[in-house]
């Protein structure tokens, strides 16, 4: 090449430098610009975070700031959670190179700038989060042109589009399901927009969104019909919707959208929720094809005609509201027979009339049953009995009428119980003393008589209300009722009446006690000439000896329910003994199979963490059917469900629960058994069902596990690396505390049981069950503990009957020996994270990650190494015994 030829390129390239350098410099002095001007904008910044945000550094060191390693441009913006106070400045949509904008839990206000979603602005962002300010405005229609974006979060959710809890306004803008290079078709999950102030229609395009998941408009101004082309939407999992101004029906398409459903811990819901609009028509026949609807809330409308009968489809409905409309007719039978609903059945403040159906007696995992305000006529039917598990009944303003079933003493853990304004009659129960957990019994306009009973809650006023029933007397002085006369007025009797009446029952008292020494005199010569073998060994108790224990059976010594099975307290007429006697409902189904299993693996199995089954029973009741029972060793306090959940109220003592040490042992306890149970055993044993109601409390406060009606023994396992293998069976333990993969393969492993360990420790600590609604909306408990960490907010979700412990730094524990034994402030802190983040690492969703339980145990015990400064003694599984 000619001289002249390379000098000329030489020069071309030294242009070329320069230009670039001085592009770069020249952007470089863009994206300065852009932050300094955020810097003004914002009016308040305790923390001091844009102090560093000056000329004495590269604004690449800046903090919240990263930058791209090629161009040295802004890419992450990260100022979440910094008390940050002011305006969102439009100069954002200078920084062209951004990917990531997290500004969430801040107080900022203002609106959003339009400028951030200009054409050719922000090309390259991903995630724009602003959650938990307080914005205000319309969300800008030019939000349409960013392009890449993925997440448009204001809430806890990630790959969403999420508004939430905002005071945003003005119209949802149709352009997020028009741009035409969003990919919401394939990328945006869900739209959460709920509680701001939206107005207007739903747009049309909504229905473009065909890989929408979870559509959250709760809680706004919108108004109009629900669009039809919401059928278009496919993949919707949640609908929620209620209070805003909807109205016109419900789409009869709304059968197509096949696919509502919510994945929550194992199993498939699904939520559809239109409450508190004006939506009116009938509700469609079509509900009935969406087969996996877990809720349907459609309360507070003008709904009118039946329910449909094709709801009975709908085999997985957990939660039906219909409350608050003009639906009329008769409660159709099928809806009591959807064994599935278990949180809620409310119908209330309709014209339902007739009966209430039979087959009520099906929902026996029901916990709210509310049929008030209706026309509601007859008895209340026997078979109400059944719903043990039920928690509220209110039938308040019916027709109904008769007297009170006795069945109903078998609904023992009612709190709310509401049957005033109907015309029941007859007295009132004495067995409802012995409902210990009613906050409120209104018995109240109705025509019941005789003695008000006086034991139980009858001792509070304010608990009971029995006013405007006329012929009722009796009962504690607050009541103002008359005293009962139980002696009527008539003629005395004469001389030789009574003469020839003391005559008899002198007679009468005199053959009765001959006939009790005579039985007395056979029963003892029976005892001490029949072989012992010949009777039933004291270890193998006859269906008769467990009758007599517990009374027949009666609901004063019931303690506990179970999916198979009632536990009774009773005590042997052998030695005196106090036993727990689980007996089987043979009729239901897998009931043998869960016998046969806890007997199998209960039978060799020893360690004080385990509790101990003392003897089993196989016989036949008085009427020739089939009868099985396990008898266990009793705790007098009872499980570590009821401590947790309902304070546990001692005679003479204020209502107690466990202080954050207790908490920490039995957590210990527990996971001792379970690392007994995995390594310890020649064959390893899942429990498969570990709960708070399966782990029981000795008079020390031990925690026992208990209940291994559906264990599993991986005896195909090999010894060496059963760690990372699985047997197939067809269980899945309980929602909420049933790891992901059980609802998936039905595979069981002991990660399986370290899930549910997981789950177990974070209720222990946040008071919160693992389906606590109050968890929020597409939160389970692990997500709703770790986000808290992740904000370090662990004080926020901490169990409120330990946060006083916690802040104060004392207890009333008797058997701590120092009242300073828990650490304040910062230390408590540390403490309680350290808890979480073992619950957080058992529950992980993916088996391999989980920490083994072993690991989990030793973690726990250096945390209460730390809380009482003493070491755990050595041996803590030396007291094992042997296994099979």
């Known amino acids: 090449m ?368 509310d049929l008030s305000h209706n026309m509601l006529s007859g008895n209340i039917p026997g078979s109400l009995g059944s719903c043990v598990r039920l928690e509220l009944l209110n039938l308040q303003n019916n027709l109904m009428q ?16 509401d049957i005033s304004g109907n015309n029941l009659s007859g007295q009132i129960p004495k067995f409802l003393e012995d409902f210990t957990q009613l906050q409120l019994l209104n018995m109240s306009s109705n025509n019941f008589e005789g003695q008000v009973p006086e034991g139980g809650v009858f001792k509070s006023a304010s608990v009971v209300s029995i006013t405007g029933n006329n012929k009722l007397c009796g009962g504690i002085a607050e009541l103002h009722l008359p005293a009962c006369q139980f002696n009527q007025p008539g003629r005395r009797l004469s001389r030789k009446w009574k003469i020839l009446i003391s005559t008899i029952s002198s007679l009468l008292f005199v053959s009765f006690t001959a006939t009790c020494l005579l039985l007395c005199l056979m029963r003892k010569r029976r005892k001490e000439h029949v072989d012992s073998s010949t009777s039933d060994p004291p270890l193998q108790p006859s269906y008769q000896r467990l009758h007599k224990a517990t009374n027949g059976f009666s609901s004063a010594n019931l303690i506990g329910i179970g999916s198979f099975g009632s536990v009774y307290k009773g005590v042997m007429d052998e030695n005196g003994a106090t036993v727990a006697i689980k007996v089987f409902k043979l009729e239901r189904r897998g009931a043998s199979k869960s016998f046969i299993a806890e007997c199998e693996a209960l039978r060799n199995i020893r360690h004080r963490n385990l509790v101990k089954i003392v003897t089993a029973c196989s016989s036949v009741d008085y009427h020739g059917n089939d009868f099985k029972a396990l008898i266990y060793e009793f705790f007098a306090n009872g499980s570590l469900e009821e401590w947790l959940h309902h304070p546990v109220q001692r005679t003479g003592h204020l209502p107690r629960s466990l202080d954050f040490l207790q908490r920490l042992n039995v957590a210990i306890d527990v996971a001792s058994a379970l690392d007994y149970l995995q390594h310890q055993c020649q064959t390893p044993i899942v429990h498969c069902d570990l709960k708070p109601s399966n782990v029981l409390l000795d008079d020390d406060m031990t925690g026992h596990v208990g209940d291994f009606g559906l264990a599993r023994f991986l005896s195909s396992l090999d010894k060496r690396s059963f760690e990372g293998r699985t047997s197939s069976v067809g269980v899945r333990g309980t929602v909420g505390y049933a790891p992901p ?66 802040l104060l730094g004392v207890t009333s524990h008797a058997s701590t020996s120092s009242s300073e034994y828990i650490p304040k402030s910062e230390k408590s802190e540390e403490l309680l994270i350290s808890i979480f983040e073992v619950g957080l690492a058992c529950s992980s969703d993916i088996p391999q990650e989980r920490l083994g339980i072993r690991e989990a145990a030793l973690k726990l015990v250096s945390v209460r190494n730390k809380l009482v400064g003493s070491a755990l003694p050595e041996g803590e599984s030396a007291k094992a015994g042997p296994c099979m």
Request: hydrophobic fraction near 40%; aromatic fraction near 6%.
């Open 2 to 369: 000619a001289p002249k030829a390379k000098l000329l390129l030489f020069h071309l390239a030294l242009l070329h430098g320069l230009l670039h350098t001085l592009i770069s410099e020249a952007a470089n002095e863009t994206d300065a610009l852009a932050l300094l001007q955020l810097k003004a904008s914002l009016t308040g910044d305790p923390l001091q975070i844009t102090s560093s945000w000056n000329s004495s550094t590269h604004f690449c060191q800046w903090r919240g700031i990263l930058c791209g390693r090629k161009h040295q441009r802004v890419t992450v913006l990260n100022l979440q959670s910094l008390q940050l106070s002011g305006t969102l400045s439009p100069y954002i949509g200078n920084l062209t190179f951004l990917r990531r904008l997290y500004l969430f839990n801040n107080t900022l206000a203002g609106t959003i700038p339009s400028e951030i979603g200009r054409i050719g602005s922000l090309s390259n962002l991903r995630i724009f989060s602003v959650r938990r300010n307080s914005l205000a405005g319309a969300i800008p229609p030019s939000y349409g042109n960013l392009s890449s974006l993925r997440e448009f979060r204001a809430g806890s959710n990630d790959f969403s589009f999420d508004v939430a809890s905002n005071r945003l306004t003005g119209s949802i803008p149709g352009s997020f399901s028009n741009a035409s290079n969003l990919e919401l078709a394939t990328n945006f999950q869900a739209l959460i927009m709920d509680h701001n102030n939206f107005g207007g229609r739903l747009p049309v395009d909504i229905g473009n969104l065909s890989a929408l998941q979870i559509l959250y408009i709760s809680e706004n101004k919108l108004s109009g019909e629900l669009p039809l082309e919401i059928q278009n939407l496919n993949n919707l999992q949640r609908l929620v919707a209620f209070d805003n101004g909807f109205s016109g029906t419900i789409p009869s398409t709304i059968g197509k959208l096949q696919n509502l459903e919510e994945l929550d811990n194992i199993r498939t819901l699904e939520w559809l929720d239109l409450a508190s609009n004006s939506i009116s028509g009938s509700v469609p026949q079509s509900i009935g094809n969406l087969t996996r609807l877990n809720r349907l809330r459609l309360a507070r409308n003008q709904l009118q005609g039946e329910i449909p009968a094709a709801i009975e489809n709908c085999k997985d409905l957990i939660a039906l509201d219909l409350s608050d409309n003009n639906l009329s007719g008769v409660i159709p039978p099928q809806i009591m027979r959807l064994s599935s609903l278990s949180l809620l059945l409310n119908l209330s403040h309709n014209q339902f009339t007739g009966i209430l159906p039979y087959e009520v007696g099906s929902l026996t995992n029901l916990e709210t049953l």
């Open 402 to 417: 008769g007297a009170i079933p006795s069945s109903l003493s078998s609904v023992r853990g009612v709190r709310i119980l």
């Open 741 to 806: 993969e059980y609802g998936m393969g039905n595979l069981v492993s002991i990660q399986g049981d370290v899930y549910s360990y997981g789950i177990l420790l974070l209720e222990m600590f946040t008071g919160r069950r693992p389906t606590d609604e109050s968890l929020g909306a597409g939160l389970n408990l692990h997500n709703f503990v770790q986000f808290a960490l992740l904000e370090k907010s662990a004080a926020k979700v901490v169990d409120q009957a330990l946060f006083d412990e916690l």
